[in-house]
């Protein structure tokens, strides 16, 4: 182990530096925050004397003795304090991990990537690492996604690896080498916002399984698709924190939310289902948006931004033959209908299976 000199490092937009006194403050909100609490081990409580702890003693300590080089990630201009990072020594020789955490006013605006990029090119350059590894809680999409945007590649799970709050539990690892280029590793790119002024489709998120749950649980829903019966708050925060970064993150489905462009109100879904390098789009509308065309927009929406930014050859559309307001959506969204398939599909919650009409979109001429 050796010394090293605690060093600030400007990269664009953000400046990193060592913590200092005065930093207690912004501590004490990030550790209060539940997505912080939720994902990490940081104490709970977090006092103040926490903070003064870390600054005082904990963080140069780590600088002095060469295992735990950590810096506040501050914006360039005002030098507000942003987030967290941390490059420390592992186990083996050559091999660093890092570690991150955000404020929540500072999400979304790829601040966790950005530094985490620029403390592994400090790290390869200056501390001639010859790997730099992540790791996070299985579940922990957010710090993921930061690292994918970073370059890191995801390398498997580690089962019952990561001390958590007491318990032993499954983790990520990802890696990080000299020669890779820090690109976005994901397999499927990101999704800003898509909007016709009508509807808008977005990821979905953890604060939309309330609606989920309500939306679920109408008997027409549950008559055309394989959702649970009863449909809980369980089951619906089971799908958005779940099925659907897991699915997006193996590049099997891209699942998103309809919400009205103008209020935000949760009004759909409508996904994308890839394989064999096509796409089947699907949708489902909320009792209370019914008759107002969401279903219509939104596949249109998402089956364009497939052909567009998947380079998808064909997207399909199956509906129920017996179910005439999809098949009228599916028209009415431009797809073609080509025929019926039979007994293609398992009925919802039987054993019987149903005769399907296919539609399908190309991609203009």
């Avoid at 209060?32 to 870390?54: C, G, I």
């Avoid at 959506?329 to 299976?353: I, K, M, N």
Wanted: glycine share 10%; hydrophobic share 45%; with cysteine.
């Amino acid at each position: 182990m050796v010394r090293v000199e605690p060093v600030d490092i400007t990269a664009g937009r953000l400046h990193l530096r060592a913590w200092t006194a005065g930093d207690e403050p912004v501590l004490v909100e990030a550790a209060a925050d539940p997505e912080t609490q939720r994902w990490t081990s940081v104490p709970q409580p977090y006092l103040r004397s926490d903070a003064e702890t870390w600054v005082g003693r904990t963080a140069p300590a780590g600088w002095a003795d060469g295992t735990s080089l950590s810096w506040a990630v501050c914006d360039s201009t005002t030098a507000q304090v942003l987030a967290g990072v941390v490059v420390r020594l592992g186990a083996d020789p050559g091999v660093w991990d890092v570690g991150s955490w955000c404020l929540p006013s500072a999400r979304g605006q790829g601040v966790v990537p950005e530094a985490l990029a620029t403390v592994c090119r400090w790290a390869f350059a200056v501390l001639e690492a010859e790997r730099v590894e992540w790791r996070a809680q299985v579940g922990d999409w957010a710090s993921r996604r930061a690292a994918e945007k970073a370059g890191f590649r995801v390398e498997g799970v580690l089962r019952g690896a990561m001390a958590h709050r007491g318990a032993l539990v499954d983790g990520w690892i990802a890696g990080l080498l000299p020669g890779d280029p820090q690109t976005d590793t994901a397999v499927l790119p990101g999704y800003p916002d898509r909007t016709d002024g009508v509807v808008t489709l977005r990821r979905w998120r953890s604060s939309d399984a309330a609606d989920v749950a309500r939306a679920c649980s109408d008997h027409e829903t549950a008559r055309w698709l394989p959702v649970p019966v009863p449909y809980t708050l369980e089951a619906a925060a089971g799908y958005v924190e779940g099925i659907v970064p897991t699915e997006w993150a193996a590049g099997t489905a891209a699942n998103v939310a309809v919400t009205d462009a103008t209020t935000g109100e949760l009004l759909g879904a409508v996904g994308l289902t890839l394989r064999s390098g096509l796409g089947e789009v699907g949708y489902w509308t909320a009792p209370w948006a019914r008759r107002r065309g969401v279903a219509t927009r939104a596949a249109r929406l998402h089956a364009a931004w497939g052909l567009e930014e998947l380079s998808l050859p064909r997207v399909e559309l199956l509906a129920d033959v017996g179910n005439t307001a999809s098949q009228r959506v599916a028209e009415q969204a431009g797809f073609t209908r080509e025929g019926v398939l039979r007994a293609v599909r398992p009925a919802p919650r039987s054993t019987d299976r149903v005769d399907m009409v296919l539609f399908a979109l190309l991609p203009p001429r």
